[in-house]
């Protein structure tokens, strides 16, 4: 208000109240056009009660309205085409606007493999104190959290040699990549086994190159109706994912992705029949990300050691 006051627009005011006019101030160039009055207490009164006045009137034609018969022809139209509109896109609800490879997988799924303890051997030390225990995660998805950080993490670049698996648990253990009691959840064997396969071999010569990609995340866009006849083919979906490792040969590209699941030993095709549509979405996103072709599709097993084609 002391602002106000050193308007133009209140010298009208300042005069009609025999008031001072102020001296002149910056505002006084401002635009702007503002009416001020006063009010006294007797007609602030009388607006309130007009106010009350026209609002019992207005209560009292609602209570005694006839609700058989139709006062506003275009609102009453406007009204019924409203509440009684069909959604057009009604079938497009059920459409996710993201998911997961995970979940795709499991809506092609006819038979689960149960992922079962992924080795035989001796319950590993809890990581959460007591009063989180009845979240921790099962033994097999424990262990496999572990061994795909390990294989993450891991040197590709340097030498295979006996003591490797140890030095590299040991690296990752004083870099905090991995928790101390988590180390002893990895199979010395096992790991072991890996690296002296075709596979491990190929990839340390790929990362030697420089060649070797790991942890890659993407987010594919595909057709609704290519994930699911029923869904509308005019909307999008968007695939997010995580591939394991890729590597190049040549001007082509080997997509790895690592396995813990439990599987039995003579039945190897379980497994890759499981995880079929998920590599086959990677290699749409590897083949869309670089504009490469995949070659080989694999999957290790480190319950069958063993590399299994896709």
């Not at 308007?7 to 160039?29: D, K, Q, Y």
């Not at 069909?86 to 809506?107: C, D, M, N, Q």
């Not at 075709?198 to 010569?205: E, F, G, N, T």
Request: aromatic share 10%; proline share 6%.
């Amino acid at each position: 208000m002391p602002a106000l006051l050193r308007h133009p627009s209140a010298r009208a005011f300042l005069l009609e109240r025999e008031l001072p006019l102020p001296a002149p101030s910056p505002v006084e160039g401002l635009p702007g056009g503002f009416r001020i009055y006063l009010e006294d207490s007797g007609r602030r009164r009388e607006r309130r009660a007009l106010e009350g006045l026209t609002a019992a009137r207005t209560g009292e034609e609602l209570e005694n309205l006839d609700l058989t018969r139709v006062y506003d022809e275009d609102t009453c139209q406007y009204l019924e085409e409203t509440l009684h509109a069909s959604y057009p896109f009604a079938s497009s609800r059920e459409i996710p606007g993201k998911v997961t490879v995970s979940y795709l997988k499991h809506l092609w799924d006819r038979e689960e493999i149960p992922s079962a303890a992924l080795y035989q051997e001796p319950a590993a030390v809890p990581l959460l104190p007591r009063f989180l225990k009845e979240k921790e995660e099962t033994g097999g998805a424990a262990r496999g959290t572990v061994y795909h950080r390990f294989l993450e993490n891991m040197d590709f670049t340097a030498d295979f040699h006996r003591k490797f698996t140890d030095s590299q648990l040991e690296t990752m253990v004083n870099c905090g990549k991995i928790h101390r009691d988590e180390s002893g959840w990895i199979s010395r064997e096992k790991i072991g086994r890996f690296l002296a396969s075709p596979l491990a071999v190929r990839m340390q010569a790929a990362a030697r190159e420089g060649k070797l990609c790991r942890e890659q995340p993407f987010v594919l866009g595909v057709d609704a109706g290519t994930i699911r006849p029923e869904w509308d083919t005019g909307e999008q979906v968007l695939i997010q994912g995580i591939i394991d490792a890729f590597f190049y040969e040549g001007e082509e590209i080997v997509l790895v992705d690592y396995k813990t699941d439990f599987v039995p030993e003579d039945q190897p095709e379980r497994l890759t029949e499981k995880y079929r549509i998920q590599l086959d979405y990677y290699q749409m996103a590897l083949e869309r990300l670089t504009g490469k072709r995949v070659k080989e599709k694999l999957i290790y097993s480190f319950c069958l050691n063993r590399e299994l084609p896709v």
